[in-house]
């Protein structure tokens, strides 16, 4: 373990706050990752990004938004328009370019609750 | 985009039984397809992964197999164990331009072994 951390595990707001997961890696990997993950569901992409001060969408990113302004750091805004935010949200990072390992390395995830 | 089915969503062995799980893609462009594990509460784990240009790997008690023309692969658990008991997701990989990988997860497959 280590390597990729989230904060908090718990995370709990009212309906119509906007809210900020974190999540850093030390692993050198250029390429980050945010999911969604529902019960009986898989991981859904949210957003992903490449390098620094670039990020591309995901299957699921309305209602959400990133930035990726150092390269250790992915925070993920979970915001008033995502409809249904109670979710547990992980975040991964990779390598990327051609003949680097593919796997993704996932951090312990954050619980995210709002009613 | 790509779409991944995964069965069976649950599966129950009795312990030193073999296990089979089976996933399908939709896109004939994806060339890489992990396997994780996530075991309850805690965040999911690469246990073994294969390209497109390879037909089956192993890993001591694991294989997975993959079958391009039709589509599908499957992960193979020989002589489980107690703690084989998680739940399993597929992914398969779109294959960017340039490298790196942008999963799609299957739903996931409940293992438990019974003593």
């Known amino acids: 373990d280590g390597g990729i951390t989230q904060s908090p595990k718990y995370l709990f707001r009212k309906e119509g706050q906007n809210v900020t997961l974190s999540c850093e890696q030390n692993l050198n990997h250029d390429a980050m990752y945010w999911y969604r993950q529902d019960p009986g569901q898989g991981l859904r992409l949210i957003y992903y990004?490449?390098?620094?001060?670039d990020f591309q969408k995901g299957d699921i990113a309305e209602g959400y938004s990133v930035s990726r302004e150092k390269k250790e750091s992915f925070p993920l805004t979970v915001t008033s328009a995502q409809k249904n935010p109670t979710a547990f949200y992980l975040c991964?990072?990779?390598?990327w370019g051609q003949g680097t390992s593919y796997e993704q390395y996932f951090g312990p995830g954050t619980r995210l609750t709002v009613t | 985009g790509e779409n991944v089915e995964q069965h069976p969503s649950t599966l129950s062995v009795q312990e030193g039984d073999s296990a089979v799980i089976k996933c399908t893609y939709s896109d004939s462009a994806s060339n890489y397809f992990p396997w994780y594990k996530q075991e309850l509460g805690k965040r999911p784990q690469l246990i073994i992964d294969i390209r497109s240009n390879v037909g089956e790997k192993k890993d001591q008690r694991i294989a997975v197999t993959l079958n391009k023309t039709a589509k599908h692969f499957s992960l193979h658990i020989t002589e489980t164990q107690p703690e084989d008991s998680a739940v399993y997701f597929c992914a398969a990989s779109e294959g960017l331009t340039g490298g790196g990988n942008k999963l799609t997860f299957g739903t996931g497959t409940q293992l438990k072994v019974e003593l």
């Open positions: 990004s490449q390098i620094v001060n």
């Open positions: 991964a990072s990779s390598n």
